[in-house]
């Protein structure tokens, strides 16, 4: 394990972002696919997306496509594009701009796609969980629980971006390429609504314990509380994400949205 990987924002999230697209390759679908890199930082506040060219070639679409995408992130506030020589579309001061955008895509998802989407994120998670269990040196779990440690003190952005790495990282001590790429995928879809439970401080805390437990257990070679607190976790961010999806939906204005999501935010 690279010790050095919190040190960065993490790269599987990028590969996971800018996989091709191809012919499904809508101005919407590449426009999402933005979104959500940044929502689970892949890039970070005042970072440089890669150019139109680049992102073109990456997902497999055409440059007027990306052109119109970017476009869009734009209106949206979470991009600002600046001309010249160290020009280019970069990522802005936006944290409530990507809140509301998460929150929209939490409320336009069918219960049962949310629920789904749990189910998914938990088997492939303690699949993984329970391989690491057979396979993680110790060495390398030392280094995912100082990385965590490390998080407890920073805000809640940063602490997000650093336990999504860490779950990145359990995962990729199964050493299979094909759960690892898998979790990656999920993660990269599931973390946007993850960032929105962050507005509560008790379920950001439990998260913390469940990935300590989760780290105890894999130390331990104990692959039944591995799973187990993989399993709990997962499905104490279900209830929460259905709760809160609910009481959303019960806000009938764009104005309204904004207010819900601001006194969660000034609540913890």
């Known amino acids: ?69 970017l476009s869009g992130l734009r209106h949206r506030g979470l991009i600002e594009t600046k001309r010249g020589r160290n020009g280019g579309s970069f990522v802005r001061p936006s944290r409530g701009a990507v809140e509301e955008v998460n929150a929209r ?48 003190e920073l805000d809640r952005d940063q602490w997000r971006r650093r336990v999504t790495e860490v779950q990145l990282e359990l995962a990729a001590l199964s050493q299979s390429v094909r759960l690892t790429n898998e979790h990656v995928r999920v993660q990269t879809e599931f973390t946007p609504l993850l960032g929105l439970q962050d507005l509560d401080e008790r379920a950001r ?22 799973r187990a607190a993989v399993r709990e976790s997962v499905r104490g961010s279900m209830r929460w994400l259905v709760g809160f999806r609910a009481e959303l939906l019960a806000v009938p204005h764009n104005a309204e949205l904004h207010a819900t999501l601001e006194s969660r935010r000034y609540s913890i």
């Open 105 to 152: 895509a939490l409320m336009a998802m069918p219960r049962v796609a949310l629920a789904d989407l749990g189910v998914h994120y938990e088997v492939v998670s303690a699949a993984c969980a329970e391989y690491a269990c057979q396979r993680a040196t110790a060495e390398e779990l030392d280094v995912v629980a100082d990385v965590l440690e490390s998080a407890r």
């Open 1 to 69: 394990m690279n010790s050095t990987f919190a040190q960065s924002p993490p790269s599987r999230l990028r590969t996971a972002a800018f996989a091709p697209i191809g012919e499904e390759g809508r101005t919407e679908l590449v426009e999402a696919r933005l979104v959500q890199a940044i929502s689970v930082g892949a890039f970070t506040e005042g970072e440089r997306l890669p150019s139109e060219t680049e992102l073109s070639a990456l997902m497999g679409v055409a440059v007027v496509t990306v052109r119109e995408a």
């Open 205 to 226: 805390q439990s998260t913390h314990e469940a990935l300590l437990a989760q780290i105890a257990a894999t130390r331990a070679s104990d692959v039944v509380a591995a």
